[in-house]
């Protein structure tokens, strides 16, 4: 069974701070790894990865794909009270419509 | 910013009866979705629609569920005789390709709550 998996379930960290949040996957012909942010509804996109190593960047927040291990992270510097959310993974599969999300990683920056 | 819009935000319903939840996709998108999301739970995928009909559907969208593109812009979810569990967030997509090629842009989303 096709399966994508985040950790931490959720975080709490103080503003300035780092934080790496991370997605693992199990899935049969995988094509993609999306990001998203949800904050009180919609989730709105943030990255999309096909390629291993290469860094996305926007901002404070950055992404990398490793395909050979089967995970990318998704990196938030100098975090701010906006970053709180809840920030979701998704995996496009070929052969395939849909995307596959994980549970998602809540995180909350205090002022 | 061209976006996904869904209506209404919030719908509450009776068990047993039929509800429409209505999207406008992204004008030059090709490819929508439903999804759904209880609370607390994953996003789960229900349904993807090309080209005027299904082209993938997951084990929920059974006999309850349907979807219709009635006319260029509007895309619709019907469920029929809603039950309690049919509680959720739905949420409409649309993409310019598959999920094999671009990001899918999600909509607000509709509340719905069976009562």
């Known amino acids: 069974e096709d399966k994508v998996v985040q950790s931490p379930l959720s975080l709490v960290v103080h503003e300035g701070d780092t934080v790496t949040l991370n997605c693992s996957y199990e899935?049969?012909?995988?094509?993609?790894l999306l990001w998203y942010k949800q904050e009180k509804k919609a989730p709105t996109f943030l990255f999309m990865l096909t390629s291993s190593g290469i860094e996305k960047k926007s901002g404070r927040l950055s992404s990398i794909l490793d395909k050979k291990e089967l995970f990318s992270i998704l990196n938030i510097t100098a975090t701010q009270t906006g970053d709180s959310a809840i920030y979701l993974c998704?995996?496009?599969?070929?052969?395939?419509?849909?995307?596959?999300f994980g549970t998602g990683t809540r995180l909350k920056v205090l002022a | 910013e061209p976006e996904v819009t869904q209506t209404p935000s919030h719908q509450v319903t009776q068990m047993g009866q039929e509800v429409i939840l209505r999207c406008v996709p992204i004008s030059n998108h090709l490819y929508f979705y439903w999804y759904r999301q209880i609370l607390g739970q994953k996003v789960e995928f229900l349904v993807s629609f090309y080209n005027n009909e299904i082209s993938e559907k997951s084990e929920i969208f059974d006999d309850q569920f349907s979807v219709e593109r009635p006319d260029g812009s509007n895309f619709t979810l019907k469920i029929r005789s809603t039950k309690l569990e049919d509680s959720a967030m739905y949420f409409c997509?649309?993409?310019?390709?598959?999920?094999?090629?671009?990001?899918?842009?999600f909509g607000q989303g509709t509340r719905l709550t069976v009562v």
């Open positions: 998704a995996v496009g599969l070929s052969g395939t419509y849909k995307y596959i």
């Open positions: 997509a649309s993409s310019s390709q598959g999920a094999r090629g671009t990001e899918a842009f």
């Open positions: 899935v049969t012909n995988f094509r993609s």
